[in-house]
């Protein structure tokens, strides 16, 4: 006979008495029916712990598992389920104080251990980010607690191609909106991609995903039929930095636009025929058709020159920058507060938000780039680039860039796939004399691949 773990409801003598009686004809029964006898001897003890699991047949815990959807709460699922409404109510007061399961979303899942009266003893319920939060049986009450998974690490790379827009084909690779702004980011100084995005341009990233902290962004790369850009990430400082394969930093002293979301509605020009005038004149700018509403940011850091009304600009801020470049900002429906005269503002500081003042047809800034008094075409002017890396460092980043490489082999215009565990992408003390420790596949060159190979 299996041994039955002991349970803890009381056996009540009259039905004792009849599972007796149930187990003695049984064992007569076997016995007539020419069956060996069992030649170990049936204890007083083992007996009692089989009769007392036969009783506990009628009380036992079971345990009720479910998924929330859109509209659901906890409560109402849970006495759904077969949960009492006041064991229920309970359990979610008591978490309370730790992670209100109050407040659920769909997708969310929970497990709860009821007995056949509907009284429960304890709910495990798992949260969107993988944290469990655990509800139990204390005393007279109940207590709660929360889990963390154990974090964990891996090194994953894609590659596609532009079909309709980046964000579309990140998504269609399987990466999230994070990642796109991640790389958006990375070339930020040298790359509009809301403006000089083309379709089928290629891209290709390597990332870490963190079970716990998310995602960052290690090494990017994109490609159009006659321009490449790649970025590796260096650490410097504490912060990710990102540089090209020859030690040239990618963030420069000013931002390709100053704003992220716009689509150009007319260039520069020395004849335009103007929209509300209906002569031909020069436009030296150009309009980012926009929201009303949009930050408009500082492309650079610099001093504030003008901010105020200036004629058929409208509300209008003028900054001035070091090496004689000065930009401008018009049709700006305000100004962002401590934007003055005389007023220093950092590279990316929100100045004002697009507007409609002035001489407008609608919603849009006009932004200007002057460089020793004389206006360039903002989207070709090529600002001097940032420092480069520190030559001591050279052979970490072409040990990343050969990193790099070798994850992106592994994908040819196809969704994320795993490469391998942390390795050594990220760690500051890689050298080249580190290659071979990688976790990477396939990742085996020499001292002097190193030096040749670029990305």
């Known amino acids: 006979m299996p041994r039955i773990p002991h349970s803890p409801t009381p056996c009540r003598p009259g039905l004792l008495r009849k599972m007796l009686c149930v187990v003695s004809a049984g064992a007569l029964i076997l016995a007539g029916c020419g069956s060996k006898p069992d030649p170990r001897p049936l204890r007083d003890r083992d007996l009692a712990l089989y009769l007392a699991w036969l009783i506990d047949e009628h009380t036992a815990h079971r345990i009720v598992a479910d998924t929330l959807t859109s509209g659901d709460t906890l409560l109402r699922r849970m006495v759904s389920r077969g949960v009492s409404h006041s064991a229920?109510?309970?359990?979610?007061?008591?978490s309370r104080d730790v992670d209100y399961l109050a407040r659920v979303y769909p997708g969310e899942t929970y497990e709860v251990s009821v007995d056949s009266g509907g009284e429960a003893s304890a709910l495990r319920y798992r949260r969107r980010d993988g944290r469990t939060v655990i509800v139990e049986e204390q005393g007279q009450g109940f207590c709660t607690r929360v889990e963390w998974p154990a974090s964990r690490v891996e090194v994953r790379a894609a590659s596609g191609m532009i079909r309709h827009s980046l964000y579309e084909a990140f998504i269609d690779c399987g990466l999230g909106p994070d990642m796109v702004l991640q790389f958006a980011d990375a070339f930020a100084w040298v790359f509009d991609f809301l403006t000089e995005c083309r379709v089928g341009d290629q891209f290709g990233v390597v990332y870490e995903e963190h079970t716990t902290a998310g995602s960052r962004l290690l090494a990017a790369r994109y490609r159009q039929r006659d321009r490449e850009l790649v970025a590796i990430g260096m650490e410097q400082e504490g912060k990710l930095e990102y540089f090209a394969p020859d030690g040239r930093s990618l963030r420069t002293a000013f931002l390709r636009s100053p704003l992220n979301y716009r689509r150009i509605s007319s260039g520069f020009s020395f004849s335009r025929r103007h929209p509300v005038f209906g002569v031909r004149r020069p436009h030296l700018g150009v309009d980012y058709a926009a929201p009303a509403g949009t930050p408009v940011v500082a492309v650079a850091q610099g001093t504030v020159a003008f901010a105020g009304w200036r004629r058929g600009f409208g509300n209008y801020v003028e900054l001035k920058h070091p090496g004689g470049v000065v930009t401008t900002y018009g049709h700006l429906r305000g100004m962002a507060s401590g934007v003055r005269t005389g007023a220093l503002v950092d590279q990316g500081q929100v100045i004002g938000s697009v507007g409609a003042t002035g001489i407008a047809t609608g919603?849009?800034?006009?932004?200007?780039?002057?460089?020793?008094?004389?206006?360039?075409n903002p989207l070709t002017f090529q600002p001097p680039r940032g420092p480069t890396l520190d030559p001591d460092r050279m052979d970490e980043l072409q040990f990343r860039t050969l990193l790099a490489q070798s994850a992106l082999a592994h994908v040819r215009d196809g969704p994320v796939v795993t490469v391998g565990g942390p390795g050594r992408l990220l760690c500051a003390e890689a050298r080249a004399d580190t290659i071979g420790e990688s976790s990477l596949p396939g990742f085996n060159h020499s001292r002097e691949d190193l030096v040749r190979t670029s990305l």
């Open 363 to 376: 919603p849009h800034l006009d932004y200007r780039v002057k460089v020793h008094g004389h206006h360039v």
């Open 88 to 94: 229920s109510l309970r359990m979610i007061e008591a």
